[in-house]
């Protein structure tokens, strides 16, 4: 057991939690959406006087990591995916408005064929099953070519003209504090005591001052290889977009090209991260920039998002009982590690990092 008086100690890992019993109070209310979402579909999409569809007749095409599901229902032979969306916790609206902008502005975006905001219902464009996950991993000799044409739809993204909540200091200081809370502490079982917070607190001084001094732009928030679709007819097309803020430039190329769920090698990531440099020399700010440093600022970008996401993961574990998605949480901390041990200014948080995370970033040593 490695532990320490002054810095904290490992208690092990806290997977088992009440995770299950969410998980199956939500099963129950998720079948009576389901119930709901079929007599509303019928009214929506079938002709008068032909039986009501059933539960039975729909597919689950996936659920995320928010309350959200998508659903097919084959027997209407048409191409279109049904969202379940409960309004107290998923509403709509900002997904409709995002989706209307995105389209307005030359984005493939879903088309909305029926909604209905008071129960949370959507029926929208069904671009397929086939992610920019799998065409990566399918296509290994040409992912630089596919990560060239993504970040250019990016580039077209990042300069969407709408009104759109800002990626504000507390919000980035709201999604790093997941990683003590729900990370360190749940996940981990680590104590932290008065010698971790100084050093944590300078790491997010550092990282919100970065941020906040690059330029905001429309972003995604989830710029990945999940939420990037390959239709069969071609092209790309773009899903949950419903979170997105005015916020810093590099925040999307980093969920991109430091995507939770795949990774690419460094030289690739610099070369992207430079051409996309230069895509944006006409904003003053950019101009002002050296290659250098603005591939230091993506790092930092990076390290911000990573923390919050291995915060997100651990919560997504222990609080609704989606452990898949443990399995991300390896990776994420790679990247931390990474970053922190290549910039000087994050060198005490990443000796804390060595003594008490890294390398066991599971905890299943004790």
């Known amino acids: 057991m490695r532990h320490s008086k002054h810095l904290g100690f ?5 997977i088992s939690h009440n995770g299950g019993d969410q998980q199956r109070t939500r099963s129950r209310l998720m079948d009576t959406r389901l119930r709901q979402l079929s007599h509303w579909a019928s009214a929506q999409f079938l002709p008068a006087g032909q039986a009501t569809l059933s539960v039975a007749d729909f597919v689950s095409v996936s659920d995320d990591a928010s309350f959200r599901r998508y659903f097919r229902c084959p027997k209407l032979d048409r191409a279109i995916v049904f969202m379940d969306a409960p309004p107290d916790k998923e509403p709509l609206q900002d997904f409709l408005a995002i989706g209307n902008a995105l389209s307005a502005a030359g984005v493939p975006a879903p088309e909305f064929f029926a909604v ?4 949370g219902f959507l029926a929208l464009s069904d671009f397929g099953d086939r992610q920019l996950l799998g065409l990566v991993q399918d296509e290994p000799d040409a992912v630089l070519s ?36 729900w990370y360190l502490t749940r996940l981990l079982g680590l104590t932290l005591t008065d010698a971790f917070w100084p050093v944590w607190q300078d790491v997010c001084d550092r990282l919100v001052a970065s941020a906040l001094a690059e330029p905001q732009v429309f972003v995604h928030r989830d710029f990945h290889s999940r939420n990037i679709m390959v239709p069969s007819k071609g092209g790309l097309a773009l899903l949950d977009f419903q979170d997105a803020v005015r916020g810093p430039l590099s925040y999307d190329l980093v969920s991109l090209l430091k995507d939770c769920y795949i990774e690419y090698e460094p030289w690739m990531q610099q070369e992207l991260v430079e051409d996309y440099r230069q895509a944006w020399l006409s904003d003053p700010q950019v101009q002002a920039m050296t290659p250098i440093a ?11 998002r990573h923390l919050k996401c291995a915060g997100i993961f651990s919560r997504l574990c222990l609080r609704d009982g989606k452990s898949r998605y443990l399995n991300d949480i390896p990776m994420v901390m790679k990247y931390v590690a990474t970053v922190c041990q290549s910039q000087p200014e994050f060198r005490d948080f990443f000796q804390w990092l060595q003594a008490f995370v890294l390398p066991d970033p599971m905890g299943r040593s004790t």
């Open 146 to 181: 596919i990560l060239s044409e993504v970040t250019g739809l990016l580039n077209t993204v990042a300069r969407v003209d709408c009104t759109l909540p800002v990626y504000s200091e507390s919000m980035l200081r709201a999604e790093m504090d997941l990683f003590p809370t």
């Open 116 to 119: 209905d905001l008071e129960t």
């Open 294 to 304: 603005f591939f230091q600022t993506f790092e930092r970008m990076g390290l911000q």
């Open 10 to 14: 490992r208690r092990g890992p806290r």
